[in-house]
């Protein structure tokens, strides 16, 4: 079975650095997108940017490039997605999938929660 | 860029048939698949319709979708409804090396 675990929620203070991880198995973890879903509180899903673990290649949103690093561990299939500086607007649900061949997301992570507050 | 509109909410009755529409900006929305997804309340988001009208394995087959050109919208179809289906709906395409998904549509059933 393909699956996707994510690490715990976190409760961090303004300025403060995050980095949030994504556990593949069930699949060759370098032979697939890995993408990135932010979900703000009582929102939509908006789609944040891929990496592909094979080779590190990423490719971000316009809306979040520069505010967020992604990368891979191929060693432990795990997929992480990184803050240097939190804004109290980084305070969301963040969800990893696989992407298909077809561009779509399936399976999901269960989601990290956020919460950045002073 | 491209975007996707979704109605912000729908209601309807056990039993009964909802339809949710996801409507393209621009362009056609039958370039591109389009894909549903349904997320419960404190869940992850789990695929329900892929390449249009193809269900994953699991997923009844209450569940089906559909593309009208004319109206370059696509649709989901909900039918014999079940108190367990209500949650947010959300479509997603792909455009140009970016991912959309429409703003989402909450169904309740009453």
């Known amino acids: 079975e393909v699956q996707l675990v994510q690490s715990g929620a976190e409760v961090k203070k303004p300025g403060e650095s995050l980095k949030i991880s994504c556990k593949g198995s069930g699949y060759t973890f370098t032979n697939s997108w890995i993408a990135w879903v932010r979900q703000m509180p009582g929102k939509g899903l908006e789609w944040m940017g891929i990496i592909y673990p094979g080779d590190s290649d990423t490719r971000y949103s316009p809306s979040f490039q520069g505010q967020v690093i992604m990368s891979a561990d191929n060693s432990i299939s795990t997929a992480y997605l990184q803050w240097d500086s939190l804004k109290a607007s980084d305070s969301a649900m963040y969800y990893c999938a696989r992407i298909t061949v077809g561009n779509w997301f399936d399976p999901w992570g269960q989601g990290t929660l956020v919460t950045v507050s002073s | 860029n491209f975007m996707l509109t979704q109605p912000h909410s729908v209601s309807e009755s056990p039993g009964k048939t909802v339809t949710i529409s996801c409507t393209g900006s621009?362009?056609?929305?039958?370039?591109?698949?389009v894909q549903w997804y349904q997320q419960r309340p404190g869940s992850a988001p789990t695929l329900v319709i892929y390449e249009d009208n193809q269900r994953p394995s699991g997923v009844p087959d209450r569940f089906s979708g559909s593309i009208a050109r004319s109206s370059n919208s696509a649709s989901l179809s909900i039918s014999g409804l079940k108190t367990e289906d209500e949650a947010d709906y959300y479509c997603q395409s792909y455009d140009n090396n970016n991912w959309v998904f429409g703003g989402g549509t909450k169904l309740t059933v009453l």
């Open positions: 621009s362009g056609s929305i039958a370039s591109n698949y």
